[in-house]
């Protein structure tokens, strides 16, 4: 007892001395250079604690694989720099080169190389330990993926999914500072990934494995992370938490990115945001007459069959646990309204349109104006 | 720039660039020779030998492009649209003939078709004594040996075409109503147009760079006149000017062929596989079928295979396989491990470069190491004689010059395989084992070597196989007295001691076979 204590004493004294940094990974300002023949990224900076799986969330081409492949040691950063375990490993002009770093990676095809069998495979960052004690790493290792039985296999004669366990034990034989995903669940069958995506979070909750995970994917993103980096043409658009993401996105781009939003225009007056679904909340306490958006996502709008109503329903998409409407207003801007699926309203129904949302979200209309177009 | 300084110093990177000058380098200068001659001298080439020899060149590569395009075609519909006895048999048969170089197939047909021949017999038979046919050593006689042993291109690029061309095509059209031939003529010859064109412009190559059969039919074309240029008369400068030309033609038709062979990717189709429906003849229609294939296949390889086992069971033929036939089986052997050896040893680094780094540096050197493509055997020798000449001139008449001119010549060969096989192993494989603690040297070690080795394995036997049997460079630059099995043929041949050549023909023949399958292994399939 009074030896723990005195340990943690210690270990106190010196984190007051020293000031280490608390995260296990630090991207402070990272640029990546145009004319590698991926896509550039600007100025990002996040950093991940220990444990943490954060998700760089995006669109293809927005360079959040740049991202992935200058952690890794792979891409050269033009200014910027990047810290693993506390340690600077990537600056202009510095580059650590990757078999000193210590970060496992899962590629998008996995990369089992073709001519080792699965024992060979997992083994194959622990050259340095005897054949005894490999044999039991690995065995550990196939134990924690579920996938006894499997050593003596070629990777070929494996099914995706346990492809993809393989090349997770062979990323995390040697404890790994990091462990980077490329799309882990591009190339397995949507049932099989949704387990895979269950299993894989409990597995490194139970490792206590600090997680860089990247897709396009938001259902998956926040299926998966404690936090959530969304990128957009090489750009840091926001990094928080899923819930609020989602809620209150910070960016026309993150509103439309992460879920179905409607962008309703709309003036304000008299302190509050006038619309034609009524009146919020001027949460950008924005002057008199500034134009500005408010988004609304399907789940905050509730219909009523109303007749004497102007708005009426356009389509409906039947998905099973729910209805997605699309609602025309009188002055011809579209809301979409999610319903539960026992009650049907056919198209041409006239409708009342009742906005419930907890928090309103604002934005200046010249800067959602991208997003709409692109949206019609 | 950091990034950029240290790629130029890496090892890799200046390997790379002195291979690529390397290679360059004696054709560069070929090439300036012929433009820094004097002027007298190419307008007294064009006044006298000029005309002739372009016209007979042109004159035979288009005689044997019509041929070709004939018989290749016709055998490639016939074994992939049509169900006969055998069909299997017949689709490996014909491409056979890609086994027997042209010097001893050129060698056959000069006996087979000579005065005195079973040819002249037979036909002196059925019209009188005094009839006779034409002779092998004419433009016929070239025409006839350069179309049997080149058809086999046109028929396997024109099989891969039918092979991978999407049969709901043909059934569209039979859909609207147009009848099997028309179909045949609008829609399945059509899209099979740029394949044909690729198969016909790497006849037309081979044809325009071809020494043996030329040279034992004593046909006159440009790449035999360099030959004699350089034995003859001494004449390097015009020997430069006849190969600058000859470069030149080499040139545009690999351009050709390589812009139709890009081209042909968009005819074919993406979608699933489905075998043709193959049409059935009576027995009258099969039996036309299986005769047609059969003599072509006789023609180009049964009877000549047969006429050499023949002749190597002749006393005379074995009284020759002593010592002496040993010491020439060991020279070849030799010379071939030794360029194989530095061929795959030069290329692998530039098919690395090329493939990882991928920038115009690296793409330029690797294009440069294709030289040798448009280097017919006579223009390499040239060029390897006259760099040796100026720059090293103690080692002329040694083998090393030799073995120069050999992996100039043929490291396409070695490239081809050599690319393919680093392009398939995808560059994440070598990230991970970064990830996984290995440097770049114990990458290429244990991941980037033992999966490439194949490829490796592939490129040495073939260009192993492809040097062994090469005759004009090595009839130029061999030390004196260091005979290999294709120059006895050679020289037996030209001497018409027809029984004498024949044990060196057979053995190259046999070895040349594995050499079709790994050619054939890689895309034999292609669906």
Not at chain 2, 228 to 240: E, I, V, Y
Not at chain 2, 464 to 476: C, D, I, R, V
Request: glycine share 6%; net charge neutral.
């Amino acid at each position: 007892m009074t030896l723990r204590h005195a340990i943690t004493g210690e270990s106190t004294l010196q984190a007051d001395l020293y000031q280490p940094i608390s995260s296990v990974l630090e991207l402070r300002g990272v640029s990546c250079a145009y004319g590698t023949g991926r896509p550039a990224i600007e100025n990002i900076a996040f950093a991940a604690k220990e444990g943490e799986i954060l998700c760089l969330l995006g669109p293809s081409g927005c360079g959040k694989t740049t991202i992935l492949r200058a952690i890794a040691g792979f891409e050269p950063v033009r200014s910027g720099q990047i810290f693993l375990s506390g340690q600077l490993v990537s600056s202009l002009g510095h580059m650590t080169p990757t078999e000193d770093r210590r970060v496992g990676m899962v590629f998008q095809e996995y990369a089992l190389f073709p001519h080792l069998r699965v024992q060979d495979n997992i083994a194959f960052a622990l050259r340095h330990l005897s054949r005894r004690e490999r044999k039991v790493r690995v065995e550990d290792m196939l134990r924690l993926v579920g996938l006894q039985g499997f050593e003596r296999r070629y990777p070929h004669e494996l099914s995706g999914g346990q492809q993809q366990r393989v090349a997770l034990a062979r990323a995390l034989v040697h404890h790994p500072v990091v462990l980077l995903l490329d799309e882990p669940f591009s190339n397995l069958d949507p049932d099989m990934a949704s387990r895979m995506r269950q299993e894989l979070h409990d597995l490194l909750r139970r490792t206590k494995t600090t997680t860089i995970l990247v897709t396009h994917d938001h259902a998956e993103s926040f299926a998966m992370a404690d936090r959530i980096a969304v990128l957009n043409q090489g750009r840091l658009e926001q990094f928080d938490t899923p819930e609020t993401i989602y809620h209150t996105p910070q960016t026309p781009f993150v509103a439309d990115f992460v879920g179905q939003a409607d962008f309703i225009p709309g003036t304000v007056s008299r302190g509050m945001v006038q619309t034609e679904l009524g009146e919020f909340p001027n949460t950008l306490e924005c002057e008199e007459g500034t134009a500005v958006v408010v988004m609304i996502r399907p789940d905050d709008v509730h219909l009523a069959s109303h007749k004497n109503s102007d708005a009426r329903v356009l389509r409906r998409e039947f998905r099973g646990s729910e209805n997605l409407y699309a609602v025309a207003l009188p002055s011809g801007q579209v809301v979409h309204a999610s319903e539960g699926s026992t009650v049907v309203l056919p198209p041409g129904t006239p409708v009342r349109v009742n906005v419930a949302a907890t928090h309103t979200v604002l934005f200046l209309m010249r800067d959602a104006r991208p997003v709409n177009r692109a949206l019609e | 720039m950091i990034t950029i300084r240290r790629q130029l110093t890496s090892p890799l990177q200046l390997m790379t660039l002195v291979t690529a000058a390397l290679i360059l380098l004696p054709l560069g200068y070929v090439i300036s020779q012929a433009l820094s001659a004097n002027p007298a001298v190419w307008s007294r080439l064009w006044s006298t030998r000029l005309p002739e020899l372009l016209t007979n060149t042109i004159r035979l590569a288009a005689s044997v492009a019509c041929l070709t395009l004939v018989l290749g075609v016709s055998t490639a519909w016939l074994v992939t649209r049509v169900e006969f006895p055998a069909r299997r048999l017949w689709e490996g048969a014909l491409v056979l003939p890609l086994a027997m170089p042209t010097y001893v197939l050129a060698y056959i047909y000069s006996y087979v078709l000579g005065i005195g021949g079973p040819i002249e017999q037979l036909w002196q038979t059925v019209a009188g004594p005094e009839a006779h046919v034409f002779s092998p050593h004419s433009f016929l006689g070239a025409t006839l040996v350069m179309t049997l042993d080149t058809f086999p291109f046109v028929y396997l690029l024109s099989r891969s075409a039918l092979l991978n061309m999407n049969v709901s095509f043909e059934e569209v059209s039979r859909a609207s109503g147009i009848s099997h031939v028309k179909t045949l003529w609008l829609v399945t010859l059509p899209l099979m147009r740029p394949s044909i064109a690729a198969g016909l412009s790497l006849v037309i190559l081979y044809v325009v760079s071809d020494f043996g059969a030329v040279s034992l039919l004593r046909y006159q074309t440009l790449t035999y006149a360099v030959f004699q240029q350089m034995t003859g008369r001494s004449d390097h400068t015009a020997a430069s000017i006849l190969s600058l030309l000859l470069v030149g033609m080499a040139l545009l038709f690999l351009i050709t062929e390589r812009w139709f062979r890009h081209r042909s990717r968009f005819y074919q189709t993406t979608g699933r596989y489905r075998t043709p429906e193959r049409h059935r003849y009576g027995w009258i229609g099969t039996s036309l079928v299986t005769i047609y294939l059969v003599v072509v296949v006789a023609a180009s390889f049964g009877v000549p295979t047969y006429l050499l086992i023949d002749w190597s069971l002749s006393p005379e033929a074995l009284a020759t396989i002593d010592t002496r036939f040993y010491g020439f089986f060991w020279n070849t052997a030799f010379l071939a491990a030794c360029a194989a050896t530095g061929g795959v040893v030069i290329g692998l680094p530039l098919a690395y470069m090329a493939s990882r780094r991928p920038n115009w540096l690296n793409l330029t050197c690797l294009q440069a190491a294709y030289a040798g493509y448009v280097l017919p055997g006579p223009v390499a020798a040239l060029a390897v004689l006259f760099l040796c000449l100026n720059l090293v001139p103690f080692l002329y008449g040694s083998v090393i010059v030799l073995i120069v001119a050999y992996v100039i010549h043929f490291l396409p060969v070695a490239l081809q395989s050599l690319e393919p096989a680093l392009q398939q192993i995808t560059p994440n494989l070598e990230e991970v084992a970064r990830t996984l603690g290995l440097g770049v040297r114990q990458t290429w070690q244990r991941v980037t070597l033992p999966l490439m080795r194949s490829g490796f394995v592939v490129a040495w036997v073939l260009m192993f196989l492809q040097t062994m049997k090469e005759l004009p460079a090595t009839l130029l630059l061999r030390p004196v007295g260091f005979d290999t099995l294709a120059i006895r043929v050679w020289m037996e041949a030209s001497e018409e001691y027809y029984q004498l050549a024949a044990p060196s023909a057979l053995l190259i023949v046999l070895l040349g076979l594995p050499t079709l399958l790994l050619l054939l292994s890689k895309d034999w399939r292609a669906a």
